[in-house]
């Protein structure tokens, strides 16, 4: 009886377990001077960070957060920064998968004013893995 029952529960679990797959999915947190001002995940449609170049000072900082179901503490990471042309702007390297990638917005701010450009697109690159976009960012 025992054995029927351990038989019975062991089909009913694995016939549940194809139906119902766990599955995570990547997000970060965007922070602008270590307040957080977005949270985004991979399913987040048009992520959008708006900054008034106005309220920027030379010492302010864009922090991105990213995290991963498979994190890797020693991996080579990048934040990746292009514009909207999708020329590459600016890489920041970085070290594992949840440390925070810092970026001198007055780097980008006087990049913007020179090329008249005001909207980028941030990736965050770790390899074997596909870049993931983030989110575009708006300099107003």
């Known amino acids: 009886m025992k054995k029927s029952l351990f038989t019975t529960s062991l089909l009913f679990i694995l016939t549940i377990s194809v139906y119902c797959q766990a599955d995570t999915i990547s997000f970060w947190h965007v922070y602008l001077d270590n307040r957080l001002i977005n949270e985004f995940l991979e399913t987040t449609i048009n992520p959008i960070i708006e900054i008034k170049t106005s309220d920027l000072n030379k010492n302010t900082f864009l922090t ?4 991963r179901d498979t994190p890797c503490s020693h991996c ?3 934040l990746i920064i292009r514009n909207l042309k999708d020329s590459l702007i600016l890489k920041i390297d970085g070290k594992g998968t949840t440390n925070k990638l ?6 980008l701010k006087v990049i913007s004013a020179k090329a008249k450009e005001f909207s980028y697109r941030f990736y965050f690159e770790e390899k074997p893995f596909q870049d993931q976009y983030l989110f575009k960012l708006i300099l107003k």
């Open 64 to 67: 991105v957060e990213y995290f």
């Open 76 to 78: 080579p990471t990048k």
């Open 102 to 107: 810092e970026l001198e917005l007055d780097r």
